[in-house]
């Protein structure tokens, strides 16, 4: 199969390297800003913890074990706080941070807001957890205390997870970037947007938002965030899910539900907005909305992997973990660490479909080169045909000026072959120009190229070949061809066939893939008036232009 041209070859590559550079210079500024940002400000934000708590907070309350407290410190740790102000009490030791700003905390503890705190053994004081309103969220805060190594270790792991598994997300975000550049497939840009949603809403949902200092300054602009990401991210799924199963070769009518849930998703966020009253529906609502998704989409990708479209195979197995953590596990097993499943869940759903993606685009790719090369070979003898000659020749007439290397062309045509059909029929002349072909590839060496021209007409491209080198294996073609009979359905024929030779010479800065062609073409015309059978090189341009236009190419010698 031959190449793409150098012009949409250096388009691709180019477009794949912007975005490539596009993202390592977004990262390296982000990256930049954040060290710039902590070297001006303070660590610890100045707070004040006696601040009363709004009337709707949250409040918990630690009672002390029977004994008391222990001798040893004790950590609290709060996870998954709405945004803004958590107050951690006992007694008069107060400790307090914001939720979304990592500079407001407890330096010792990164997954959450958090303090330690020093009780007196045997005080039976109660820790009191202060924290904002969840009525929008739709979750429960999460409240890990006891030993202070325990809960750092654990703090430590929980870190960890969030880390990896977001860096898997950003990952597989440029990745998709990356495809969409290479090969503009809008599946791929469906599914960066889709990722860096769900990416953007975790980050917050799970407090990597705060770090090394908050992405978003407002509580209110996170709150809204959390709320109107998760149905962009919800559409995207659904959407790309459909796409990469080929759900709708089995369902045509599915090609509408790109426009449904997009319009699904929009229709609860402007509900956000404009019915404030009812913004403590959205949330519960939403993952409502999820779980019924989920089950829609399991048994649908199900049938359509029944069907033969192995596509939706990894659509099952990527969507299994969203649908868990989600799901019924959500507030029962999953319920001290939802907010890592939802991550893990989420940055295995990006991998399998990261994987789904590039074997469907790997399949396009295959099917491209398939009808690519279907237009570039001749049906009948396998030899690229006068299409691919023209994409190649001029490529490498300018590889052998650059390399100071000399290229030849030689023009074939077989003789009386209107004879031959004229008297045997037109099945008799096909298996001709089939062994005629095979013939001639049998002769090229590495990098030489035979193609047929059309009709009995074949072109050879001897790159490397001067004008002696290439007269001569004319010449061996022509001998070969003459003193071995073709075998064909009628019997064996004697066949023989008219040579023309054209180099590129030092001089011919001005020479092109037609003009060398048509040389070689003018010499196989005398050859065929000096008698047929022969080799003959060609004439100088001049010449070669005037006995083209006598006889233009195509025309069948006899």
Not at 69 to 79: D, I, M
Not at 176 to 198: E, H, M, Q
Not at 208 to 224: E, F
Not at 377 to 405: F, H, S
Request: proline share 6%.
């Amino acid at each position: 199969m031959l190449n793409l041209p150098r012009a949409a070859r250096f388009r691709r590559f180019a477009l794949a390297g912007a975005a490539l550079l596009l993202g390592m210079a977004g990262a390296s500024h982000a990256m930049a800003v954040s060290v710039e940002r902590l070297q001006g400000v303070p660590f610890l934000v100045a707070l004040d913890c006696a601040v009363p708590a709004p009337a709707d907070a949250q409040q918990v309350r630690i009672e002390a074990p029977p004994e008391g407290w222990p001798a040893w410190s004790q950590s609290v740790l709060v996870l998954d706080a709405p945004p803004g102000l958590v107050t951690i009490r006992r007694g008069d030791e107060v400790r307090c941070g914001l939720s979304f700003d990592a500079r407001s905390t407890d330096a010792r503890l990164r997954s959450g807001t958090g303090t330690q705190l020093n009780p007196a053994p045997g005080s039976r004081e109660p820790i009191i957890v202060t924290a904002p309103s969840n009525r929008w969220l739709g979750w429960a805060m999460t409240i890990r205390y006891g030993d202070a190594a325990a809960v750092q270790r654990e703090d430590t792991l929980r870190f960890a997870l969030r880390i990896g598994g977001f860096a898997v997300l950003i990952a597989m975000v440029l990745s998709s970037l990356l495809l969409f550049g290479n090969v503009r497939d809008r599946a791929s840009l469906v599914f960066a947007a889709t990722i860096a949603a769900f990416s953007l809403w975790i980050g917050l949902r799970t407090g990597l938002a705060a770090w090394p200092r908050p992405w978003i300054d407002s509580p209110d602009w996170v709150h809204g965030a959390i709320l109107t990401l998760p149905p962009l991210a919800m559409a995207g799924i659904c959407s790309v899910a459909i796409t990469h199963s080929r759900a709708e070769r089995v369902f045509p009518h599915l090609r509408w539900s790109h426009w449904i849930v997009g319009m699904l998703a929009l229709l609860a966020i402007l509900g956000w907005f404009l019915w404030p009253p009812g913004r403590e529906l959205v949330y519960p609502a939403l993952r409502g909305f999820a779980v019924l998704m989920l089950m829609v989409l399991l048994p649908l990708m199900a049938y359509v992997l029944y069907r033969g479209y192995r596509g939706a195979l990894a659509v099952l197995i990527g969507l299994l973990p969203p649908l868990l953590s989600v799901g019924p596990m959500y507030d029962d097993w999953l319920r001290a660490w939802r907010s890592e499943a939802m991550l893990l869940a989420g940055a295995w759903f990006a991998i399998t479909m990261t994987v789904a993606m590039s074997l469907r685009i790997g399949a396009l790719r295959r099917q491209r080169d398939q009808l690519r090369a279907l237009a570039e070979r001749d049906a009948l003898t396998g030899l690229p045909n006068r299409r691919a000659l023209a994409e190649v020749l001029p490529r490498r007439i300018d590889e052998a000026r650059a390399q100071g290397r000399p290229l030849s062309v030689v023009f074939a045509d077989l003789d009386r072959f209107k004879a031959i059909n004229d008297q045997y029929g037109h099945a008799v002349g096909d298996e001709v120009l089939v062994e005629t072909a095979r013939r001639l590839g049998e002769h090229l060496r590495g990098g030489e190229i035979a193609a047929r021209h059309g009709g009995e007409e074949f072109v050879l491209l001897l790159p490397g070949a001067d004008g002696a080198r290439a007269l001569a294996a004319a010449e061996r073609i022509r001998a070969a061809m003459a003193l071995t009979p073709i075998e064909t359905s009628a019997g064996p024929l004697a066949v023989t066939a008219s040579f023309g030779v054209a180099t590129l010479s030092d001089g011919d800065t001005d020479a092109h893939g037609d003009a060398l062609v048509a040389r070689a073409d003018a010499a196989m015309y005398r050859a065929k008036q000096a008698g047929r059978n022969r080799v003959e090189a060609a004439a100088d341009r001049n010449r070669a232009a005037a006995v083209r236009e006598r006889h233009p190419p195509g025309v069948a010698r006899r």
